[in-house]
């Protein structure tokens, strides 16, 4: 045996030593259970690390955000200092959320201008069916409000250029001829239309030129009647005002759109020949 090896058996060890002595194995156990107590392990709460780490990055998100804006804001001042990046053009106004543009209204057509306007105005001028014409409809019908009180005159009688009338024939808008009772007036108008809108802007009268009107449908509905009878069609009696409009014509019969006192309009053929009068109600 060598002597290192010697002197390491000889040398005594700690657990020897404690096991050979009680008072050294106590002062050990106690020193232990001493340094325990003082170095507890670190508790470990994975929720509470979670919520540690997810402030960190939301304070580190914030503050990224504000270094952007602040970036931002700092780009445009000198954007606009500089003219904004498109030479000397000021940046376009800021515009709010866009709305639906209202779509134009289509342009009335020149029946129904015709249709609208003189049995108003006819039925205006009588004291006992005034109460049933609608001026805001008649309104409607104008480009403008001026427009309607230049051609609407005193009490309609405007649209009848000057003359009280109950019987209207219009072979269109520029060919328009008056009648009260039976008795053809010395009356032309002509009214102008809007190309794009189709509203009445104003009025032109002049005498009547010599046109013939229609006998035939002035004597149907200019009168009342023999012995007072009432002339009736499509079950409407007797007229206070009529209109005849929208000619037609055929070999042999020619015809009209009439509108009794502003009723629906229904069609009226005169055979050429035998003057006899024929209607196809609606």
Not at 78 to 106: E, N
């Amino acid at each position: 045996m060598t002597p290192e090896r010697k002197d390491a058996a000889d040398e005594p060890t700690v657990e020897h030593d404690s096991a050979a002595d009680p008072l050294l194995e106590a002062e050990l156990t106690a020193a232990l259970g001493e340094f325990a107590a003082r170095e507890q392990p670190p508790h470990f709460d994975p929720r509470a690390i979670a919520r540690a780490s997810g402030a960190t990055r939301r304070s580190r998100f914030t503050l990224a955000a504000a270094v952007v804006a602040a970036a931002a804001a700092t780009a445009a001042v000198a954007v606009l200092a500089a003219g904004g990046g498109h030479g000397d053009r000021p940046l376009p106004p800021a515009t709010g959320t866009p709305t639906r543009t209202a779509a134009p209204s289509a342009p009335l057509d020149a029946d129904a201008v015709v249709r609208g306007l003189f049995p108003a105005a006819t039925k205006y001028q009588n004291p006992g069916t005034r109460g049933k014409v609608h001026l805001a409809q008649v309104r409607a019908l104008f480009t403008s409000a001026a427009a309607f009180t230049e051609v609407w005159g005193d009490g309609g009688l405007g649209a009848t250029c000057g003359a009280r009338a109950d019987g209207v024939l219009a072979a269109d808008p520029s060919s328009v001829l008056f009648y009260r009772g039976t008795t053809l007036l010395d009356r032309h108008a002509s009214l102008t239309l809007d190309p794009v809108t189709g509203r009445i802007s104003g009025i032109t009268c002049g005498p009547r030129r010599g046109d013939p009107g229609d006998p035939a449908v002035a004597g149907r509905y200019g009168h009342h009647g023999a012995a007072g009878k009432g002339v009736a069609d499509c079950g409407r009696p007797a007229p206070a005002t009529w209109l005849a409009d929208t000619p037609t014509s055929g070999t042999v019969v020619h015809g009209w759109s009439v509108t009794l006192d502003g009723a629906p309009p229904f069609m009226l053929g005169v055979d050429d020949t035998t003057g006899r009068v024929s209607v196809t109600c609606r």
